[in-house]
């Protein structure tokens, strides 16, 4: 939204509200120069330091932006340094956000930011924004098929076995949601993982990694309440197996939980 909005020329620069014939000073609050969008994100000696200090894998240059337009296509390029652990989202509005916001903040709070915490801001911004969309995303399709544990008994071709498990983090009161369907046929087998926020304990965990599961088996049309849930199979039964025995749901679910608290650390 943010990014449309400096496209069409909506964002309240000195330069936009100059135009628009309001009484204000149309200079950057920075460094005194007239403050057209481009100045703000590409060219004010306080936007190159930010830029600067990107970690990006190779070095983002804005002396030939002279409009937000030429600057998007190339900054969304930007590919992130390894450790930063941004590979699905470019870093690139984040900064352009965070650099709008630390300018508002500046003018109508006193409050100033120096480029080092901007970076990091945007940083956690844009992995908050990669994390919230890999939320119960299936993971990247291989042609393997989902490899489980040893079985009780074979299944029968109309049989679909559900394994769950779930990871508890007390100090966030997030559970990392782990489930497995596995069929006859391992290739129509299907895991996945989320994170569920504001749970209160390791059992309401458990509870809702069986209901994930369970309304993802009903999702399928193999056939808001467990019992009810259940009632509508022809037949369902529950029974404890040890983690030894459900390692690849205990993964999962352990995997989730610790991507999401990675971004507290
Ligand atoms: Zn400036």
New binding site residues.
């Given amino acids: 939204m943010f990014l449309w909005k400096a496209i069409n020329g909506a964002l309240p620069t000195g330069a936009v509200l100059q135009a628009r014939t309001f009484d204000v000073d149309p200079t950057?609050?920075?460094?005194?120069?007239f403050?057209s969008l481009e100045?703000?994100l590409f060219?004010?000696?306080?936007?190159l330091k930010i830029w600067e200090l990107a970690p990006f894998a190779t070095p983002f240059l804005t002396g030939n932006i002279h409009q937000i337009k030429v600057g998007i296509m190339p900054g969304n390029k930007q590919v992130c340094l390894p450790p930063v652990g941004l590979s699905q989202t470019p870093l690139f509005p984040w900064l352009c956000w965070n650099i709008w916001l630390a300018k508002n903040e500046k003018i109508f709070n006193a409050r100033m930011f120096s480029p080092g915490e901007i970076v990091r801001k945007a940083i956690q911004d844009a992995k908050e924004w990669q994390l919230a969309h890999d939320f119960g995303s299936p993971p990247p399709k291989s042609s393997s098929p989902v490899v489980v544990g040893p079985l009780a008994s074979p299944l029968q071709a109309d049989e679909r076995l559900l394994r769950t498990d779930a990871a508890w983090c007390r100090d966030l009161k997030a559970a990392g949601l782990g489930w497995i369907l596995i069929t006859q046929i391992p290739e129509e087998s299907v895991c996945r993982s989320a994170v569920t926020l504001n749970v209160s304990s390791p059992l309401m965990a458990e509870c809702l990694a069986i209901r994930a599961a369970i309304t993802m088996a009903l999702d399928l049309n193999l056939s808001q309440d467990i019992q009810l849930m259940a009632s509508s199979f022809s037949s369902f039964s529950c029974c404890f197996i040890p983690r030894s025995c459900n390692a690849e749901a205990d993964s999962l679910a352990k995997q989730v939980l610790s991507l999401y608290a990675a971004n507290f650390d």
């Fill in positions: 950057c609050c920075r460094c005194n120069v403050e100045h703000l060219k004010c000696p306080f936007a």
